[in-house]
């Protein structure tokens, strides 16, 4: 059975740092790129960061040079370390596998995921 386990986020001010952990079950982790997604509220589902299954990373934008994504193929945890954070970040933050080359995830189910919420 797939599970992913978000965790770490929270309530912090503009320019905060965040630590987000995800932790994966039931899948092929070590074999498979792994996406952060977030989803703002009235907004669509949108991949934000993923790392490949060797390491190599790709980001969106808005989150380049303050977003760093990373992973533990012993402990099948995919993090994303957020810095610089900006009111325009809040979302819920989930974790899934992905393609590599496109924000399609690979499986159907989702976590709860943890909320981020930037603000003053």
């Known amino acids: 059975q797939v599970q992913f386990v978000e965790s770490g986020g929270g309530l912090v001010q503009p320019g905060g740092s965040l630590r987000l952990s995800c932790a994966a079950s039931?899948?092929?982790?070590?074999?498979?790129?792994m996406g952060w997604y977030r989803q703002a509220p009235g907004k669509q589902r949108e991949l934000v960061a993923g790392?490949?299954?060797?390491?190599?990373?790709d980001y969106q934008d808005s989150v380049k040079g303050r977003f760093t994504i990373s992973r533990d193929n012993a402990k099948n945890t995919v993090y994303l370390q957020m810095n610089s954070l900006k009111p325009e970040d809040t979302a819920v933050y989930y974790c899934?596998?992905?393609?590599?080359?496109?924000?399609?995830?690979?499986?159907?189910?989702w976590g709860r995921g943890t909320q981020v919420t930037v603000s003053s």
């Open positions: 899934n596998a992905y393609y590599w080359g496109t924000s399609r995830r690979i499986y159907d189910c």
């Open positions: 039931g899948t092929m982790f070590r074999f498979q790129p």
């Open positions: 790392i490949g299954s060797e390491g190599i990373t």
